[in-house]
């Protein structure tokens, strides 16, 4: 006989309609999400969830960062739950599964455990972290930052938007305060299930990615002084240009990152030009560097190198330069022991799984400094994500959440 949940699966089918109904929340403009952390898309999307999980039986929990914690109680209430989760926050042109796949699949675990008749020995807590995007506030993972005690909430509520709009007001207008004070949970384990948003996963044809580390990021923000000025009457020797500055950052970024390879990226996603008219020189050049490394020598290089030559190249031009580090973790370690678990599980299952260190970074990479955590990973079409054409297939997205289940009840143990 085997034993209880020894071949069990979720159900694939209500697991994609999940993610097909959620993305119909805060859709973008080419197939994906714009539904960016604190609008009010965000918030359709926070009590679409709460629905699911009010009709799963869970009670709710939410923090003061907006953090929500979906409880399913086990058979022994003093047990430190296992936790599961992601984010339901996008990218402004984001796919439909970055993120809402770990949540969306934590909530299938529930809805398979409940079909089963099966308890388990510890709580499981589904959860949606607040803001993991760092798009319209930064930094990435905010609110699992300040629930590991990384960020002060005072921090975090002062982070401001493009618009200027404070993250703890926008909390506040879409009433998702909650009561509960952050960081107070205490986790037996974490899982957080992801696609993997790059392309090793496909092209090594694998079901599963066996997350064992997460690269280590900075995200450096500089602001470059030039002097506004007519583009077209003004010399080129009486120019200060900061737009210039910046191309030539953006090379020097691009080298260092080469000069590191392998296992080193480096990039901007992000500029603001002042007053960003076309015929006037910028005043004001803002953008933030995005530079990341498994190896914790070459990132901290990466960095001086950067923080070094920058100035040099603003002062050849005349133009001003600062730089305020706006996101950073260190690379992290996943625990041994749950990377087995989910090993073992891939195994159990039949599916083809390998070792994978994760290019981005994630609300576990925030778990594991208070507790054991380690991810899944699915593949991704041709490794693409933060970008609207994101996809995954419905057997992708099931054999991780088979996974999830196996991992999820080994570790939270069935009760007698
Ligand atoms: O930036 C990241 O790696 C994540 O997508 N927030
Ligand atoms: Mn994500
Ligand atoms: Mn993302």
Excluded at 311 to 331: M, Q, R, T
Excluded at 377 to 396: Q, R, T, Y
């Amino acid at each position: 006989m085997a034993a209880p949940g020894e071949n069990m699966r979720v159900n694939a089918d209500r697991l994609w309609d999940s993610l097909m109904d959620m993305a119909k929340i805060g859709p973008g403009i080419a197939g994906g999400n714009n539904r960016q952390t604190l609008t009010d898309s965000d918030a359709e999307g926070r009590r679409l969830f709460q629905k699911w999980c009010d009709d799963a039986g869970l009670t709710m929990g939410v923090d003061t960062m907006g953090n929500m914690f979906m409880t399913r109680a086990g058979e022994d209430p003093e047990a430190l739950p296992v936790y599961v989760g992601s984010h339901l926050d996008t990218q402004p042109t984001g796919g439909k599964y970055d993120g809402v796949l770990g949540v969306l699949s934590g909530l299938e675990v529930i809805r398979s455990l409940n079909d089963l008749g099966i308890r388990t020995r510890h709580p499981i807590v589904v959860t949606n972290w607040t803001n993991e995007e760092g798009a319209r506030f930064a930094p990435a993972m905010l609110a699992s930052g300040v629930f590991a005690g990384v960020h002060s909430q005072d921090y975090a509520y002062g982070r401001k938007d493009p618009e200027g709009k404070t993250f703890g007001e926008e909390l506040k207008r879409i009433g998702w305060i909650g009561n509960e004070e952050v960081g107070a949970r205490r986790m037996h384990a974490y899982f957080e299930y992801h696609i993997e948003q790059g392309p090793i996963l496909e092209a090594e044809k694998k079901d599963i990615g066996v997350v064992t580390h997460c690269q280590g990021l900075w995200w450096l923000e500089f602001t470059l002084t030039g002097r506004e000025a007519h583009t077209g009457s003004t010399p080129m020797n009486l120019r200060v240009n900061a737009g210039l500055a910046m191309a030539r950052i953006l090379e020097m970024v691009q080298a260092v990152a080469m000069e590191n390879q392998p296992g080193a990226v480096g990039g901007v996603g992000q500029v603001f030009f002042s007053p960003n008219s076309r015929n006037v020189l910028p005043g004001k050049v803002v953008f933030t560097v995005d530079i990341r490394s498994p190896d914790q020598k070459k990132l901290d290089g990466m960095r001086a190198r950067i923080e070094a030559e920058a100035p040099k190249i603003c002062e050849a031009l005349g133009v001003g330069c600062s730089v305020e580090a706006v996101g950073h973790f260190d690379p992290v370690t996943f625990d041994p022991t749950l990377v087995a678990t989910v090993r073992k599980a891939a195994e159990d299952l039949g599916y083809s799984h390998m070792n994978i260190i994760s290019g981005a970074g994630h609300d576990a990479c925030w778990a594991a400094k208070v507790a054991p955590a380690t991810m899944i990973m699915c593949p991704c079409v041709n490794g693409l994500s933060h970008n609207e054409a994101e996809d995954i297939s419905k057997e992708w997205a099931a054999a991780g959440a088979d996974v999830l289940l196996h991992a999820v009840i080994e570790t939270a143990g069935i009760a007698e």
